[in-house]
């Protein structure tokens, strides 16, 4: 709601251009390693300066100014792409926004030696994980899954000619949202990566008045069931509101509503926007805007070498030493602080 003073300067009626100063380009590397002479999946996120996403299209350029690849979001300035990168080279995104404005952004600096852990969730029943090794001397790894802070899978991982591939069914594993950490010999994360798995049992409801059309005031009868995703009874905690639909403020198609907050907004950083389009459909184009999502706002990149070091972070506000409570004591009768 904008509330104008008549006595400021005349509105502006023009809308405000995109500026090229205003957009942020940010690109997450998958696993948040990103490693020369192997295949890497680099996520990126266009957003302007009140953090909405822009969508944009564009080229990888190297030093000498040649097209390694082209890039193109996928949904609110959020997609992914697949290169290899080698070693020694400077890449840079072109990138055109609007059908005129452009800006030029640096991609992450390959790393000559490193580990890459890939996960492809696009399959409807399995998930593909696998961990590349490019380092002088061979590693065992150990590969930890958690689902809501609770461990559900570990495994050691000694790949063979520097690659391993396993995989999992997704019907045995939880539903929503997956981490998976990646921990060297010595227990210290090297990477990390989110994945949403679409196995998720939800509860259906069935509702039917008993009339098709009701008079003013009339009682109206409901009758509720709740049912699984297999097709049998459970039971539900519920809630009813009622309101009059041409009252009603319009919303947005994909709002946030309690089952993306739940799966979605809460586990997540940062602003979602249009939560609910991440599950319109199962169409191959959702669930890769959906994994899109999971490399950007569930980016992880360790900085291990200060946490070796034993650097804690300065605390600004030092935790409250206790609780106190003030007031005063009122007599019932007069309302006035007793005596004492």
Known sequence: LVIWNPRDKKIETEPVKLRQRDIDLRFFSEGGT???????????????????????????????????AEIKSVYKGIGSFVFQPESGKKYTVEAVFAGNLEKKADLPKPQNEGVLLSVDALNAAKITIQVV????????????AQSSGEIFYHTKITPANGISTLELDKTKLPGGILKFTLFSSSLIPICERLVFNNQVEVVNLVIRPDKPEYKQREKVKIGVAAITSSGQPCEANLSMSVYNVAA??????????????????????????????YFKDDSLTTLQALDNLMLTHGYREFEWKE????????????PEPSIEIKGRVISANTNKPVAG
């Open 307 to 318: 946490i070796l070091e034993d650097k804690q972070q300065e605390i600004t506000f030092q």
């Open 34 to 68: 990103f490693v020369a002479g192997v295949k890497n999946r680099v996520a990126f996120k266009a957003t302007d300066k009140q953090g909405k996403g822009i969508d944009f299209e564009g080229v990888i350029i190297y030093d000498s100014g040649n097209k390694v």
């Open 133 to 144: 090794e490019k380092l002088s001397k061979q590693e065992t790894y150990f590969l930890v």
């Open 248 to 277: 009603q403020l319009k919303e947005d198609e994909h709002a946030n509503n309690i089952f993306t907050h739940f799966l979605l907004s809460s586990e997540l950083k940062g602003n979602i926007e249009n939560p609910a389009y």
